[in-house]
């Protein structure tokens, strides 16, 4: 098991986790609460010029970890296709631009073909765009997604999915994104934890809680403690596997969204320190 | 790829489905309209005596399919484990009072402990209530259900973990129910289709499908057809393993309970030889 957290250095939030704050009050107040690291959704960005954005991380002190999120490639269509490239390329200079490392891949599907078909769009997106991301020193994490969500969002649901995938594209600017949210059910996740970091692939970890019942099948994601996750478990063994990046907290949550966000906040670092 | 379906000989249907209608209700309009067998949930059996229950489905002419549902293993509390031990021999007098040779088991799972403690206590529950199943000859089907289930209803999720367990029990009174809702994202399936076959566990084949976008986690289930599973395709995999038994349709939809139930049951008749 991992050792007890006993400081904010590892700490990165998600703006979207305090979706009512702007990136300018994101920054602001989790700086003034000690977090170390922020990580970027591209609506944070909304209304803001990217420097203008760099600026604001810059002066808070906040690294940026990541910028979320690039990726659904498939679709049926050829020129919807080719869009999600366009939109990835934007995503990756949005990085640059912020000073992001990492661009988090959110891969897509389609109810409309197979998931064999959508998984080979996918592969075929990271190819098409990994020469820019390169060009850019802007890495890449595929992020499995919880199977209920294969329908429309990632048709890569298995940390070993995104294992494999990474195998096959064999680039040292592709590796994964281990969200506890998406992985913790799976009995084959320590192992593929130990896959990951034998390859040096783990590129970001992302935590939350899966509330039991769960009311919303996206916007009910519970803080850390609040659900049935084994969160400090899974931390140990993504640690064990090398990883020594940020913790991300990354929480969709519309009954915490409605709170007062300064509150909400103070709930996320006392959860930080005892329950991940 | 499974031929077309041009009759009803193996259409089964789970009471559940036409929530609305009571168990005489439910036999004599699926017997009405052609379909012949019957999957009976244990509501369905409220307010009947067994012997009373039984005649009804014997004089509608369909088969008793299988007893829905078994299983609830896991708890934190030793009390609450014997008390599902209880009513599992409880559904197997059920199953064996109606003439029905199955009993579905949905395994169970409990957001207070681990799942690997949750699946010990599934392995030990089933291996409790074996001889007695085995003394009244009722088989029981492990059900997979859907990852995002693993906090409360099952710490099975994949059909690889049913067959494992199965592989453990080692009797032939124990196999695994196979519904496509609950395991059509895993890349897997195919291979771990066969693996059932080859052991002569397929006990069960169930049908629904997944919308897209779907509203609620229980109770959203489509009509085959109107979601994205490739069910015909894992209808051929399920046959090529050697499965020749029925198809038992099982939806959950608020949707459709509330519609009028005849008019539904006709969609069911429709989608049945066109999707499946």
Known sequence: MAQNIKDFSRLCIHTVTTKPWNLGLAASRYAAAGVSGI?????????????????????????????????????????????????????????????????????????????????????????????????????????????????????????KQANDMCDKIDSDYVGVAIDVYHLWWDDELEREIRRSGKNNKIFAFHVSDWLSPTQDMLNDRGL???GCIPIRRIRGWVEAAGFDGFHEVEIFSTKHWNRNQDEFLQDILKAYWENV
């Open 39 to 159: 990580t970027v959704w591209r609506q944070a960005l909304d209304g803001y010029a990217l420097n203008e954005a760099r600026r604001i991380i810059n002066n808070s002190g906040l690294r940026a970890v990541s910028l979320c999120r690039g990726g659904f490639f498939p679709a049926v269509n050829r020129k919807e296709r080719e869009k999600a490239i366009e939109d990835n390329l934007d995503a990756i200079d949005a990085a640059a631009a912020i000073g992001a490392p990492l661009v988090i891949l959110v891969c897509g599907s389609s109810p409309y073909q197979s998931l064999e078909t959508s998984r080979g769009q996918i592969l075929e997106g990271i190819i098409r765009i990994l020469p820019y991301a390169e060009q850019c020193g802007i890495r890449m994490a595929i992020e499995p997604l919880h199977p209920m969500y294969a329908d429309s969002r990632s048709a890569i649901n298995t940390l």
């Open 224 to 226: 850390m403690g609040d």
